[in-house]
């Protein structure tokens, strides 16, 4: 697994004398005003996508996840290669992307989690 920083800038000016960058999602001419860097590649804002799920890493969060030639979104990394683990209360799986509330080594679902004394969440 490969945990990579999106970063966002400006594409390159005519007048800076460098060139003009290729994206290497669609291998075109960068010629918007942004561009994203990550993988140590330039990107459209529209062409960096999760693999799975197509949504626009540029907008979801500044985080990509790469694993078996596959560039992913948090959600889709964790749904496909993250641990999933067996709620303390209800004993049924937790999936590795949900949120969980954890009391010592326990892990609960966030429904699960309530007190013993009185079951109130």
């Known amino acids: ?10 594409a390159a000016k005519p007048s800076s004398g460098a060139g003009p960058q290729e994206c290497a999602g669609c ?9 994203l860097k990550a993988l140590d590649l330039y990107w459209h804002e529209d062409c960096l996508k ?20 596959l560039i ?3 959600r889709d990394y964790l749904r496909l290669f993250g641990n999933t683990g067996y709620c303390a209360a209800c004993s049924k799986v937790i999936p ?3 949120m969980v509330m ?20």
């Open 27 to 35: 291998c075109k001419t960068i010629t918007e005003r942004y561009l």
């Open 72 to 74: 992913l979104c948090k």
């Open 96 to 98: 590795a992307f949900e």
């Open 50 to 69: 999760c693999g799975c799920c197509d949504c626009r890493l540029g907008e979801v969060g500044s985080t990509l996840y790469t694993k078996a030639n």
């Open 102 to 121: 954890r009391a010592r080594s326990n892990v609960y679902h966030l429904e699960c989690f309530a007190c013993q004394q009185c079951n109130h969440r």
């Open 1 to 10: 697994m490969m945990t990579m920083d999106v970063s966002k800038g400006e």
